[in-house]
């Protein structure tokens, strides 16, 4: 076995430890996360259900408020005309008085109507703000179950990720720091890889084709062999071709 085929292997082994490494690392960094705040912004939508009904019913019980402070003080101002007709002086002022007075009257009596329609709509109103936190609490606690559910799964996700994280120190024993370093310089480019294998002639890194000269390198076995295309550096599907 040559010198850089025992290298290779070592190499493959570290990659598969890596591999491992990134898997784990992404279920763990983007999978969990993407599934708590899909859940989470399902309960989210709910209670914004739940605002909205709430803001309706607070804004109605607000115009009631204002509209009932109107009619009091139409009222109060009804009375003091009353106070006032009786000391007009001329039959022509009486009648202009309680005209007005009789106008003032049946501007309340709409006012009221007003009021008591508003607060007629208020109960269904209530009712369906309840019926909306009903669901908000229902959601919450359907979330509450999921993500403990989730947050198990991703413990035991962790726990995995540690151990296949302890075997990494191994697994770099007796590689020569110059592929170590060619290595974990292709790593660091972030694909989550830095080897591929050759199956045939194509490269499984990227799909393309290498050409007969680099398959030839490769299973010769005296010289790493990095892709013309994606740089990862290549390695046979069989494995027997490379320990043998
Ligand atoms: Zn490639």
Redesign the pocket.
């Known amino acids: 076995m040559s010198e850089t085929s025992n290298t290779l292997t070592r190499l493959k082994k570290l990659h598969d430890v890596d591999a491992k490494i990134y898997r784990l690392e992404k279920k763990l960094n983007q999978y969990f996360p993407r599934k708590i705040a899909e859940r989470q912004a399902v309960v989210d939508a709910v209670r914004a259900k739940y605002d909205a009904k709430n803001k309706e019913l607070v804004d109605r019980q607000k115009q009631v408020d204002s509209l009932e402070l109107d009619l009091k003080s139409r009222e109060a101002e009804i009375e003091k005309m009353q106070v006032q007709l009786n000391t007009v002086k001329t039959n022509a002022d009486y009648q202009a008085f309680t005209g007005k007075i009789a106008e003032a009257k049946a501007d309340n009596s709409r006012l009221e109507e007003q009021i008591l329609e508003i607060m007629d709509g208020l109960e269904g109103i209530r009712a369906e703000r309840s019926a909306r936190e009903a669901d908000v609490k229902k959601a919450e606690e359907e979330f509450g179950k999921e993500k403990a559910e989730l947050d198990a799964e991703a413990a035991e996700y962790r726990e995995d990720l540690d151990e296949v994280r302890g075997t990494r120190e191994a697994a770099l024993a007796d590689i020569p720091s110059e592929a170590l370093d060619a290595y974990n310089r292709i790593l660091a480019k972030g694909s989550g890889s830095a080897m591929?294998a050759v199956r045939g002639r194509i490269?499984?890194?990227?799909?393309?084709e290498?050409t007969m000269h680099d398959l030839t390198r490769i299973l010769n076995g005296s010289e790493l062999v990095v892709?013309?295309?994606?740089?990862?550096i290549?390695y046979p599907e069989d494995r027997q071709q490379v320990s043998n």
């Open positions: 591929a490269c499984q890194g990227c799909q393309l290498i892709c013309r295309h994606c740089s990862h290549l």
